[in-house]
């Protein structure tokens, strides 16, 4: 598969090219300044000066953008409005490195994990963004992705496990009753999302628990 990786410098970006290179994927890193990844490939170039051109052809774009200052938060909507403006209408993929806090924790999905007491104060602002990024990704119909959320517990430097529970939109224990994922977990259930064959999570958010 070619497989673009957008924002891949970041800790999750890093962790997905690995993941894909060294399962033999042909991986293109596209980021801002000197290249961090394992990829074969590199386009250095800024994400909101994406172009069709430069994403034709890839089977799989993975979007690892990150932002948490004030001030770029709502870069979560603009970016992601950019890059399903600009895969509109193709067959590739486009797997979105979401959140945790918009995951519903009641069957009727009315109430999310960041509105729950024990959500951090700190954190509210950057759910609330990607909340509303994937609010707005749910009304593209025309651009064929799909999104991925993490357990609540996302771990940077957690151990690579390999076992995963590939849940919906409603949070997920374990049989330990924990809500917890590494990074280095979270890249292979991306990575095996990139590769299905199947459409079973077109236009749909999904979510990942270590088993």
């Known amino acids: 598969m070619k497989i673009a990786v957008v924002c891949a410098n970041g800790k999750a970006g890093r962790l997905i090219v690995k993941e ?16 961090k990844t394992v990829a074969q490939n590199v386009l250095v170039k800024d994400l909101f ?34 890059l399903c403006d600009i895969l509109s209408g193709s067959d590739a993929r486009l797997l979105v490195v979401g959140g945790a806090g918009s995951l519903y924790v009641n069957p009727e999905h009315t109430v999310t994990v960041s509105e729950g007491p024990e959500f951090p104060d700190a954190f509210k602002p950057l759910a609330a963004a990607m909340a509303q990024a994937l609010d707005e990704l749910r009304k ?56 299905r064959t199947t459409d079973a999570h077109i236009q749909q958010r999904i979510s990942v628990v270590r088993r």
Do not use: C, K
């Open 49 to 82: 000066d994406l172009t069709s051109d430069d994403l034709a052809g890839f089977d799989a774009v993975i979007d690892a953008f990150g932002a948490w200052t004030p001030e770029t938060l709502p870069q979560h909507s603009t970016s992601l409005r950019h």
């Open 140 to 195: 593209r119909a025309d651009v064929r992705w799909t999104y991925l959320s993490p357990a609540a517990d996302f771990q940077a430097d957690g151990e690579r496990t390999g076992a995963y529970i590939l849940a919906g939109e409603e949070l997920r224990v374990n049989d330990a009753g924990e809500s917890i994922i590494s990074y280095a977990d979270y890249a292979i259930a991306m990575v095996d999302e990139a590769e």
């Open 20 to 35: 894909a290179v060294e399962r033999g994927h042909e991986v293109t890193a596209v980021v801002r300044g000197e290249n």
